[in-house]
């Protein structure tokens, strides 16, 4: 089983910054892929942003390309998703997740298997 622990959400003026983490336990990711999607009030669960474990290639939702920037400590087995410029429309809960497998895909939440408890991320403007 793989434990996922999603912190360091909060509330931001606009043009800020946050660095989330999510530390992982439980499995080895070497073939896998970590991910974060965010959900504000009355919508879809939307992808964020991607890397895979073993060669650290990332991938961005173009509503974040620019701004946000994954990444991954493979010693410390923890993703973490650099905030930055952030704006009001960001404003969302963050979920971290992982997959133990090699896939093609990585924007949909069907493409995970595990997920963090999520953070909450609010930019006033």
């Known amino acids: 089983q793989v434990q996922l622990v999603d912190s360091g959400g909060g509330l931001v003026q606009a043009g800020g910054s946050l660095r989330l983490s999510c530390a992982a336990s439980?499995?080895?990711?070497?073939?896998?892929?970590m991910g974060w999607f965010r959900q504000a009030p009355g919508k879809d669960n939307d992808f964020v942003a991607a890397?895979?474990?073993?060669?650290?290639?990332?991938y961005y939702a173009d509503s974040v390309k620019g701004r946000f920037i994954i990444s991954r400590d493979k010693a410390k087995n923890t993703m973490y998703l650099q905030m930055n410029s952030l704006k009001p429309e960001d404003t969302a809960v963050y979920s971290c997740a992982a997959r133990t497998y090699s896939r093609s895909s990585y924007v949909y939440p069907s493409d995970y298997t595990y997920w963090g408890q999520g953070t909450q991320v609010t930019v006033s403007s």
């Open positions: 439980g499995s080895s990711f070497s073939t896998g892929a």
């Open positions: 890397i895979t474990w073993s060669s650290a290639s990332t």
